[in-house]
Every structure is written in C-alpha cells, then in structure tokens.
C-alpha cells in the first residue's frame, strides 16, 4: 500500500500526458499481481465497495487528538483526509525501543480492496484504523482517498488503459476492445500485454467498441475532397454515446450506454437502459447522440447539462429531461458485427435497425443532402431553413463521412471530418494571469478577461467585469509574447496570480472564441463561457474598443428563449 | 528575579538589558548575539556582534567584512560574562554555526535564572552542522515554523531516494530543486552523496558563495558544477538527466526554462501540504526541513525540563495550547519579522528574475 501511495503521491502531481504514463508503465512493471490490478482499478474508477463517510473519519480522529489541536490542523490544511493522513498518531508504544507491542505492518492494497468487498459497515471503524496505524503519511492519504471514493490524480481510464497497452506492443484500443469483459485485479490483462499469455476472451455480452473519431475540416480540404464521396449529417451538441445490449447465456439482457472514453454511464439514463433491455429487437451496438428531447424537440445543450453529473435521477428528472438517441451508425447488428462494412452499408441496416426498433426514444439522424460544398457550407449556416427546423439549436456544425468509410477505431485520416459552425467571438480585457503547470509553469499562461459593464447610465462610467478564463489557442511564439506583456504590465499580486493593467486606454485585448453561454450563479458577471479560447490578440486594439456584456446577454437571453 | 527582567521584547527584537545585548535584531543595534546566518535573523549593521566563528564567516561572506564594528566569536560550551549575566552557545543543528543562546542571571542577584534562545533547531542528523544538544532551562524560548501537528517530517534518506528514483526515470529530464542557499543546498548535496549518487551536481550562481564556505569547513560535496552559460536554445546548458540546486523562487522563473523538459522539485518541510506544493507549482515536493517537526519540538520542550516557555515565529497557538495540556506555563511571543513562510529569504529575492548570466532581461 505504501508503494501504491507513493505512486498515486507522484501521479497527482505530475500535469504531463506522457510523464503520467510513464509513472504508470514503472508502476505496473515493478509491482505483482494482484496488488498492480487493484492500482489499475482505483485509477479507472472500477472498485466498488463501502465508501467511508467523512463522518467516520471525523470520528476516527476525534477519538486520537486534542480537539483543538485538529480544528487548527483542519483549518490549517483545509482537507479532511489530508489532516487526519498527517495527524494521525503513531499507535500506542510503537515507538518506544523494545516494547512488546509490535508495530502494524503496512497492509497490502489487495488486502484493503479484499477485505473491504467482504466487509460490513460496522466492521469500517476498526478495519480503517488498523491500516492507518500500519501506514506512513502518504499511505494514509492514499487510503483515505481510496476509501472516501475520492482520488483526483487527474488519471483517465483511457490513460490508465494506454499505459497497460504500453506493457507489450499492444493498441490501447486493443484494450479498450476487451476491457469490459475483465475484472479487477485484471491478471489476464497484463499476462496478455506481457506477452505471458493469449489475448482475454471478450465475455462481456454488451463490451465496448472503441469509437471512430473525426478530423477538424480545414480551408485547403475542400479543395482535394469529392463532396461525391461524401455523406453529410449534423453534428449533435450533446454527448457521443454507445449503446450496446446482448444477452447473458441465461437469457438475461445486458445494456450500456458507454461514452466516448468506454466509460458506462447507464446508471445516469435508467429510462434509456430500460427501453432498450426490454426491446428484443434491440440486441448490437450503436453509435448516436444522447440528447434531451422535449414535446420532439431537441434540447441545447445546457438542458441535457442539467441531467447530467447528477448523483441521484429522480422520476422528476427523467420526465422533466426526457433522454434520446439520435443514430448514426450500427457496428453490431444482432451479433453480426458490421464495422468492416463500408459507411453506405452501414447506413441501410441503421435505417432498418431503427424502424424495427418503433421505439420514440431512439431515432435517426437525418442525411443532409448536398450536391457541393458550397451548397453543404448553406446549409450550415442555417440549419433551421434546411431542413433541421426546431431542432437547429442543437446542431453544432455538419459531419462528413466518406461513403466507403469502414467504421475504424480512433481517428484514422482522410475519412471522417467534423465542420463545426463558426465559434462565437468577443474582444475582452485580460486582466488577471496566473501560472501555467509542467512544461507552462514559468509561463503566465491562463488568463482572464473580462468585458465592460456600465456602472452609472448617468456618467456613462463602465467598468471591467470578468467572465471567462482560458488557457489555449495561441501559438507558442503569442505566449512568450503574452508572457512579457504579463510580466511588464503587473499592477498587482496575490499569490500566485497577477493583476494585469486594465483601463480603457492601457492593456490587452484578447479576441475569444467559445461555443456557447450559460446562465450561471458562480461568476460575478452572472454567465459561465463554454469552451473558451484565444483565438487572436488584439496588439492593435484599445481596450475601450472591447465589447460590452450586453453583447454576452443579448446571446445569452436569445439561445434560452429560441 | 524574573524572565521578564532578564529578556524583554523590543521593537528591535528580543533585548536583555542586564546584558545589554538584543538577540537577532532586525534592526541596527549596540550589541547582538546572533543564533545563526539566514538573512531574517543576521543582518548588517550593528555596532558588535557575538556568534560562532562559522556563523561570522558567512556573516562576512554575504556583507563583506564590514558588516560589523566589532566581530566576536564563542564557541559552543564556551561561556561569557556579559554585564550581569553569563551567555553561552549551544549547538542548535539548523545550519552551519547555528546556536542556541544560554543566559544565566549571577547567583548575588538571587537564585540563578537560566533561560534558553534555541534560535531556529532541528534534531534530525545533519552531515552539515553540529546536531542540537538539549540544554536544561528554567525558561525555554522555542521557534515553531512547524508547530502544527500535521508537520511530521519523513527521514530525509527516503525523500532523497524519492529524487534519485525519478532522475532514473526520466533520465531525458533536468530535475531542478529549489533550496534555500544557506543550509538546505548544502544538506541536500551531502545527502545525494550519501544516497550513492556521485554525479556532478549543479548549482545556480546564488548557492556558489556559501557552498565554498561549507567546502572550506571541511565537508566534501563531490563534483559540483557552475552552470554551463550560453543561450537557451544551446543545448549544452540544458543538461538533461542532471540534478540542479537553485534558490526556490527560481524554479519558476525565466530562468528555469534554459533545461530540459525541467522536473520542478522543492525542498521544504511546507511541502508536507498538499495545497502548498500545488500552489508553487511543484511536481516533485520533497519533505526535507531545517526546522524541528511537531514531534520534536514537543520532545525538545519536555527534554529541557523548562516550566515556562515562550513560543515564536510560526505556528504559536497549537504549540501554546500543548505546553498547557502538559501544565506548563506558556505565552506565544509575537516576534514579526523572522520566518520561515517557504519563500527564499529576503535577500535572495533578486535571483527570481535575473540568475545567472543568459537569463532573460
């Protein structure tokens, strides 16, 4: 458990992509089953057990040290687990040299994970403080995160399923193909990507396709691509999913709803799960668009948020946020699996699929037609006047698929491409920076900016108000540029975070891109930015010229009412 | 007599009146007694100034030889008349020359008081420095940068371990520490040595002055070398796989972008928080103090038998409230001006942006 904490310890401060992997290939390679499985499994979220209450923990404490002295500690701190991982007291007469009491050894994290399945709640207390007496600081963090259901080390499943790929000479798709079949501590798996044995048998009867992923369309590809070539549909704003149902060999049906990343988010969509485990006609996998759909009208994207990320689905919620799916394709129809099939295929047993389905939650998206790109680029513009109608608030661009396309996994070049509707822009203010992480961390890298707000309508007088913070979309050369504009313009400090001048005649404007508002309660300015980013700096412009959050509003109030 | 007549707070710092002498003053004064060389307890100016003779050496090594009228050395166990009462140092095991301060009231003027200054301590053994002796007082004068019960530092071996393992992992990397100049850089070097590890160590333009010191005092360091200068595009200053010492602010700063893909490693007992190792951006927090942790500044306490103890700079309340759970008598000492807030010291500030040559304007 110590070596597992000292992994995670290390992972939760490391920000590099490749740098985590390579932690989690020296992790895998130098630990033994089944203790490297379970680490695997905490880092993908797949163990299941009696979660500690922080109640418990309180309690746990409270029974070892001076109130006062833990309540300064807390404040201090400012993380339960954390607090309770450094205070914890060394156990009684540990310390002493030769006393008879022998000290915990450290637990095995297969002995917590093994333990825990099999235990009962009033077995926690004792158990809990058992191992901490055995554990060192970081081990106790460890466990503690572990057992509150709570480790943040910004870890992925994905990237947990690349580095077990990176073992052997595997594909993490190849992974990801039989990932759902197998079960912590996963031996199989790494005898396989070892080279110690033959690939898993794919058991699961609903398991996941890794899901074919588009390219950005650029200026230059309209020029070499045949719009002949092409199917053309909209592009959803809501999230990919990948519904699959099989039946277990007594006959019982199997149903996932997985995301883009493999991750099974049924439980999150119970009337969804339901529908299709009941409908026989159901049976293979397919790739759509979950979405809200109200009165057959597609939801923007901000409703379908308000069902999501929700811990607990009420009746309520499910009749307040009907879920759909919108079909795109069908890899697996019955147990025929049909990725090899060229897209036109495809597309004929979805339409059949469909229809046999007669169910009004799963339907399909429409072909837009198209004779050019120009005509394509039309439609694009105005998806409410070609044939989208009410639906055009949720549409975010087209897609294009080659018409031969095979259904690959990844993002395989020159067959599928996303053409997104242009972004929104607003010239804002930055006027906060802050540090980057890893490779950025001596870069002012993430800013915030803000628009103007009129304070007085009697003076005219404005004043900046935030609304947004972004981290991306220039170049490396416009950040060192940024960085020096920072450093030389900062009228303030605190902590880790300047203040940058900002009047109407000094400072910088910074042209933002984003994808939509939301109304929100968090931010001062009352509206939360999706997806912002730099799209251009305004050297030339006086932050004067910067738009007001009228502007903001006037979308914000026209997306909710459309 | 008592402890408020023989030391009491001024605005200078801490004056013994009887002895007409401040301790660490923070500002110029007649006669000080100085426990140890960080930049917030010596300081340049004053009229005398009695230390060990390692703490004056690099008294003179920051501020040239003038930095004093009068420069006076004690050695530890060695004692003093000083007006109406007797001083004496003790090893304090902080850095280089770090001392406690003895102050012992002469037996005319009543039963004998002995109070006790520890200065900055810690007890965990440091290749550096003379370890802490316990010196039994009647009053007992404790920092508490620490002095919280979550500051538990490991064995410093194993944070060593904890760098030397990541250099072996990512061998195309520069793992750059931040250390305070004084003390922690040159613990840290005897520590890497001990670990095993004999590859050259290189060193920021800040830590060269006061690591010749320690040299010349007899600790050998091994292969220690200047950054190579040059531009940083060139490829011989970016010195994959090595380890480079740097003051702490300069892990973030312009200069840090000349090494490879750098690893930004800090060591300080702060870094036993999650929270502030974040917040400094550091990937490679290691726990590695000068300062006493929680556990020995209790024991310290309890070893020196005092009834009474003033508590100082740091973490005052939590180490006040245990000294009267345990019955003894106990006030926090408001002192600003000194501490340890995980920053550099003061005067090291200016390598943030500048460093060494090839840095960025």
Redesign the interface.
């Given at each position: 458990m110590n070596r597992f904490a000292?992994f995670l310890d290390?992972l939760?401060?490391?920000?590099g992509r490749n740098?985590k992997i390579?932690?989690m290939v020296?992790y895998f390679r130098s630990v033994p089953d089944p203790e490297r499985g379970y680490a695997l499994a905490a880092t993908t979220g797949a163990l299941g057990f009696v979660h500690a209450k922080p109640g418990l923990i309180r309690q746990l404490i409270a029974e070892r040290?001076?109130p006062?002295?833990f309540g300064?500690?807390y404040d201090?701190?400012?993380?339960l687990s954390?607090?309770v991982a450094?205070?914890w007291p060394a156990p009684a007469g540990a310390a002493e040299p030769g006393a008879d009491h022998k000290q915990q050894p450290p637990p095995t994290l297969a002995e917590v994970v093994e333990t825990l399945s099999a235990a009962l709640k009033p077995d926690l207390p004792h158990l809990l403080a058992r191992w901490l007496d055995g554990l060192?600081?970081t081990g106790r963090w460890a466990l503690l995160k572990l057992l509150t259901g709570n480790l943040r080390i910004g870890v992925s499943g994905r990237l947990a399923k690349t580095a077990v790929a990176q073992l052997g000479g595997l594909e993490p798709d190849a992974v990801e193909e039989v990932w759902h079949g197998l079960s912590p501590p996963y031996t199989e798996l790494f005898a396989w990507a070892e080279g110690a044995g033959g690939r898993p048998e794919a058991r699961d009867p609903a398991p996941f396709r890794p899901p074919m992923l588009s390219h950005a369309l650029e200026e230059q590809d309209f020029d070499t691509l045949d719009p002949q070539a092409f199917c053309a549909e909209w592009k959803w704003d809501g999230i990919r999913v990948q519904a699959s149902a099989g039946e277990r060999a007594d006959g019982r049906p199997v149903v996932r709803l997985y995301s883009r990343t493999g991750e099974d988010v049924a439980r999150a969509f119970p009337d969804l799960a339901e529908a299709i485990a009941a409908n026989s006609g159901f049976r293979g996998a397919l790739d759509g668009e979950l979405l809200v759909v109200r009165d057959g009208r597609v939801q923007s994207f901000n409703v379908l948020q308000q069902r999501l990320n929700r811990k607990t689905v009420t009746p309520k919620l499910v009749l307040e946020f009907p879920a759909h799916i919108r079909a795109y394709d069908l890899l697996v129809d019955g147990t025929e699996d049909l990725r090899a099939l060229p897209f036109a295929a495809r597309r004929a047993r979805l339409e059949a699929f469909v229809s046999r389905l007669a169910d009004p939650r799963i339907d399909l998206s429409p072909l837009v037609p198209f004779g050019s790109w120009h005509e394509l680029g039309a439609a694009r513009a105005e998806p409410a006047a070609s044939g989208a109608g009410v639906d055009a608030d949720a549409i975010e661009g087209c897609m294009l698929k080659r018409r031969d396309s095979p259904y690959l996994p990844g993002r395989p070049k020159g067959l599928w491409y996303k053409w997104k509707r242009d972004p929104y822009l607003v010239d804002a203010v930055l006027m906060y920076a802050q540090?980057g992480?890893?490779?950025r961390?001596?870069y002012y890298s993430d800013y915030t900016f803000g628009v103007w707000r009129t304070v007085d309508a009697a003076t005219a007088a404005r004043e900046l108000v935030p609304v947004g913070k972004a981290y991306f979309g220039f170049t490396d050369q416009e950040l060192l540029e940024l960085d020096r504009f920072v450093r030389r313009n900062t009228v303030n400090r605190f902590?880790?975070v300047r203040e940058v001048t900002h009047a109407a005649d000094s400072g910088l404007v910074l042209e933002v891109a984003f994808e939509g508002l939301q109304a929100s309660t968090r931010h001062k300015s009352g509206i939360a930015m999706r997806f912002p980013r730099i799209s251009r700096v305004r050297w030339d412009k006086p932050p004067s010229e910067a738009d007001d959050i009228s502007l903001l509003e006037r979308l914000l109030a026209g997306r909710i009412s459309a | 007599m008592r402890p408020s007549d023989v030391l009491k707070l001024t605005p200078a710092g801490l004056c013994c009146p009887l002895g007409g002498f401040h301790i660490d003053p923070l500002r110029p004064v007649e006669r000080a007694i100085i426990t140890h060389g960080h930049s917030d307890h010596a300081r340049a100016g004053h009229g005398a100034v009695l230390a060990t003779a390692e703490t004056l050496a690099i008294m003179a090594a920051r501020y040239g030889d003038g930095f004093t009228g009068a420069a006076q050395a004690l050695a530890y166990g060695e004692a003093l008349e000083l007006g109406d009462v007797r001083v004496a140092l003790a090893p304090a095991g902080h850095v280089l020359g770090s001392a406690q301060i003895v102050i012992e009231t002469k037996p005319a003027a009543g039963p004998v008081l002995r109070i006790v200054a520890s200065g900055d301590y810690k007890r965990e053994a440091d290749p550096t420095c003379e370890p802490f002796r316990p010196v039994g007082c009647d009053v007992f004068i404790t920092e508490a940068t620490f002095g919280l019960p979550v500051f538990r530092h490991p064995p410093a071996a194993s944070e060593i371990d904890k760098l030397l393992k990541s250099v072996a992992l990512f061998p195309e990397r520069t793992h750059i520490v931040g250390a305070y100049p004084l003390g922690k850089a040159q613990r840290l070097m005897a520590l890497i040595r001990a670990a095993g590890c004999d590859a050259p160590i290189y060193l920021h333009g800040a830590m060269e002055r006061l690591t010749e010191l320690y040299q010349e005092h007899g600790l050998a360091l091994g292969d220690l070398r200047r950054i190579p200068a040059g531009s940083r595009r060139d490829a011989a200053s970016r010195l994959p796989g090595a380890i480079v010492l740097c003051p702490p602010s300069a892990t973030q700063d312009l200069w840090a972008r000349r090494f490879a893909d750098p690893v930004s490693c800090f060591a300080s007992g702060w870094m036993r928080v999650r929270a502030r190792a974040r917040q400094k951006g550091v990937e490679l927090p290691l726990v590695i103090s000068d300062h006493a942790d929680w556990d020995d500044l209790c024991r310290t306490i309890t070893e020196t038998g005092a009834a009474e103890v003033w508590v100082t700079h740091g973490q005052e309340d939590a180490l006040v409230h245990w000294c009267t759970q345990q019955g003894l008598k106990a006030q926090p000492l408001h002192l600003l001006g000194y501490g340890d807030d995980g920053e550099a010291e003061p005067e090291d500030r200016p390598a943030d942006d500048a460093g060494t040559a090839g840095a960025e304007p």
């Open positions: 000292a290390r939760s401060y490391e920000a740098a390579r932690l020296d040290t001076d006062v002295l300064l500690s201090y701190v400012g993380d954390e607090t450094l205070m060192d600081e540090r992480h890893g490779k961390s001596s902590g880790p | -």
